[in-house]
């Protein structure tokens, strides 16, 4: 297990266990339209992020530790490679050559073809596909196009896009290019990426946020050379507090946010992710980003995106040792996985944080359509509906109150016959605290996570009722 000893176990699970209460639950009605299926929530919509520096410096190995399983767990997915590090310090070196000796000043990793065949084994061993960055910010045209032609050749199919440089909005702030440089300069950057990757398998532009233009230029411009369009959302900065990261109003934000750029995507049918994502920038925020609020957080940020028509989100993170500094400042208190301490590290063997679990609880919902759903409540609860590719009607209640709450009793109108189903619970000890379970279960030192044996509920008259505890979160699945 993930825990110190037996005993802080045992506290765990009974903290993360129902406790009986005298108030009565607050009545919540959710309505799921099963006549008019909307849009889809693909496969492999729910996935990770991680910096290029994890390729140079050997992690992401299937052969060591756990991080095979981990991924094995979530399901087979979208695992992103870039960040940061690739425009500023990643330098490419070709097969059977050498590193330059000195290496240039700004070189902080290299990343080699055997990197790449290392990741391609753990893509293999998991059924994942990905997106690998090349550093455009300082665009050497020899390297990239190696690097390209590597990495298409090793990758293949599992090679979902070559993304060209890493928010290029912020190159001029970061001395990668002159005070000035707009869009039509990254453009014509970004052609000469496109021209050496020499297929139509290439994202961009991956800007810092979504509130410029250059994603929707971008797309207008190349949809035809591109796979995928993509940008980058924070929730919030380093002032989010657990309030602000569940308020409602934070949903209407995340969504209103990415509307101009989805728009102008869908206009040329060319699928949008957002390829890096979390719930503060810049690491995350102590006390909430690695807390028990971040699992809600991340089940039902996934689900919103999913619902407005995104193709997929990637959870950014790193894998250093839980809650510390991991590069250049960075913290790891936002990432879905990380280690305990400097032995795990190095072994590669890392422990599920909670938004893990959120998103866990998002892989359970699909594939499938989604269905519209009206819920009516005074309270701070979200409910997606999905007709799943199995015929199973599955539905994702978040409640967002604080665990102190009352519970709510759930009334869910799904129409059709008598049948039954079950429902899967992730709970914490509180917003604040990190303890995070599914069905009483946690992710285990090996990367398992075997969640109880569900509830039963059962449909009686084309609804169903379920009691839902405050700051917790349901998938109910119905038998056809």
């Known amino acids: 297990m993930l825990f110190s000893s037996v005993a802080w176990l045992a506290t765990a699970v009974l903290a993360l266990s129902p406790t009986p209460t005298t108030v009565a639950p607050d009545p919540v009605t959710i309505t799921v339209d099963t006549r008019h299926p909307a849009g889809r929530l693909p496969a492999d919509f729910v996935g990770l992020s991680f910096e ?76 994942w596909r ?68 020499g297929h139509n398998r290439i994202a961009g532009p991956d800007t810092a946020g979504t509130s410029s233009d250059w994603a929707a230029s971008l797309a207008r411009d190349e949809h035809e050379r591109m796979a995928m369009l993509t940008v980058h959302q924070y929730s919030s900065g380093p002032d989010a507090t657990i309030a602000t990261l569940l308020a409602p109003q934070t949903v209407t934000n995340q969504l209103k946010s990415v509307a101009k750029n989805l728009a102008a995507a869908q206009a040329v049918g060319l699928p949008m992710r957002i390829d890096e994502a979390n719930s503060a920038y810049s690491g995350g925020v102590d006390g909430v980003s690695n807390k028990y609020a971040s699992a809600l957080w991340g089940l039902d940020y996934s689900m919103q995106m999913a619902q ?36 795990d590290e190095a072994a590669q063997i890392y422990r599920a944080m909670p938004i893990y679990y959120g998103l866990w609880m998002a892989r359970q919902v699909g594939p499938g359509q989604f269905l519209p759903v009206t819920v009516s409540s005074g309270r701070n609860i979200t409910a997606y509906a999905v007709r799943g590719d199995d015929c199973k009607l599955r539905v994702a209640v978040v409640q967002k109150d604080d665990t102190s709450a009352a519970p709510v009793t759930v009334t869910l109108a799904v129409g059709g016959r008598d049948r039954r189903g079950q429902v899967l619970r992730m709970t914490g000890e509180s917003l604040g605290a990190e303890p995070t379970a599914v069905q009483g279960a946690t992710v285990d030192r090996s990367g398992h996570l075997r969640p109880g044996r569900p509830d039963v509920t059962r449909v009686r008259g084309g609804s169903l009722s379920l009691d839902v505890a405050a700051g917790s979160a349901a998938v109910i699945t119905l038998d056809r």
Request: contains cysteine.
């Open 52 to 127: 290029m520096r994890e390729l140079g410096i050997g992690n992401l190995d299937p052969a060591k530790g756990n991080t095979a399983e981990l991924l094995r767990t979530l399901g087979p997915s979208n695992l992103r490679i870039a960040g940061n590090t690739l425009d500023r310090d990643t330098l490419w070196v070709p097969e059977g050559q050498q590193a330059p000796d000195p290496l240039p000043e700004w070189v902080q990793d290299v990343v080699r073809p055997a990197d790449i065949r290392r990741l391609d084994a753990l893509l293999r061993t998991t059924g």
């Open 130 to 197: 990905t997106e690998v960055g090349i550093n455009v910010g300082r665009w050497d045209a020899g390297l990239g196009a190696d690097q390209a032609a590597a990495m298409t050749a090793i990758l293949g199919r599992r090679l979902v896009a070559v993304e060209c440089g890493n928010e290029p909005d912020q190159w001029a702030g970061k001395a990668l290019r002159p005070a000035g440089y707009a869009y039509p300069d990254y453009h014509a950057d970004w052609l000469a990426c496109a021209d050496a990757v």
């Open 308 to 343: 407005a028509g995104l193709a997929g989100v990637n959870i950014h993170g790193g894998l250093g040792v839980c809650n510390e500094p991991i590069w250049n400042g960075k913290w790891q208190r936002y990432t879905p996985i990380c280690a305990a301490d400097k032995a």
